[in-house]
């Protein structure tokens, strides 16, 4: 229902005053009275449209509101509960010949008084959803992370927990943190899609961490040892000589706790071998050299 014009609802123009607006509603009422078409859902639900249009047009300030903002941004603003406030068509349903006698309970689904509104069941809160960016290391680690949010319009400030481990696209639930409830509902939830950035040294893979190191033509030939960037500080590993270009070495127990567990993945070291661009004459002469003799 909220998303048709009302204007439209009732057959109008937006230019309509205030007489069009009334005798257009006495028109539509007259025809859609659940009174005249008793068993006949489309009517009522047609009945239901107009007396929402004319509950909103009728009220200059809800009139108002509706022509600056348009459908969508006035029921970001109104409630249904706001929309009936303060609405009364008793004496011109009596004008009509029609009693208001619970016709309103019946077709709203009860709680409506006439000049009182619609009062609805308690009714929960709309979920929040919203992305919550991390670094890599924030992520690894876990800790608490500040985030700012608008709650019902006003500007809220809450400490998440981050479980260490958590991985990209993880989902945290914050209970009671989302849309307050409608007529003392409960609160809904607010969800946390988890960013995670991406880090200079470390790529993950599930549990392991990756970290390329690049060595000389010459070190990967006759072996070598060279410190290593870890999540826990540097450390040095042997390369043995020989090595060829996309191997792994394993350092087991470097990676990444899984979230809730101890047990960490492991750090994968992976070799690349540098090819020199430019040669001088004294190097270029060696590696003839190596060649001629089957290197």
Known sequence: MNSKDYYQVLGLQKEASAEEIKKAYRKLAVKYHPDKNQGNKEAEEKF?????????????????????????????????????????????????????????????????????????????GRDFNMELPLTFREAVAGGEKRVAYLRDGVKEEISVKIPPGIENDARLRIKGKGEKGFNNGPPGDLYLTVKVGEDAMFTREGNDIVVELAISLTE????????????????????????????????????????????????????????????????????????????
């Open 48 to 124: 239901k449209e107009i007396n929402e249009a004319y509950a909103v047009l009728s009220d200059p300030q809800k009139k108002s509101q509706y022509d600056q903002f348009g459908s969508t941004g006035f029921h970001q603003r109104y409630s249904q509960e706001d929309i009936f406030r303060g609405f009364d068509v008793g004496d011109i349903f009596k004008d009509m010949g029609f009693g208001t006698d619970d016709i309103f309970s019946r077709i709203f689904g009860g709680g409506f008084q006439q000049g009182a509104g619609y009062r609805p069941r308690k009714q929960r």
């Open 220 to 295: 990967a030939s006759l072996g070598t040892s060279r410190e290593v960037p870890t999540l826990e500080g540097s450390k040095r590993i042997k390369i043995p000589a020989g090595i060829q270009p996309g191997t792994k070495i394993r350092l087991k127990g470097f990676g990444v706790a899984p979230m809730g567990k101890a047990a960490k993945g492991d750090l994968f070291v992976k070799i690349g071998v540098r090819i020199p661009e430019h040669l001088s004459e004294a190097q270029k002469k060696l590696m003839e050299e190596l060649a001629a003799s089957g290197i």
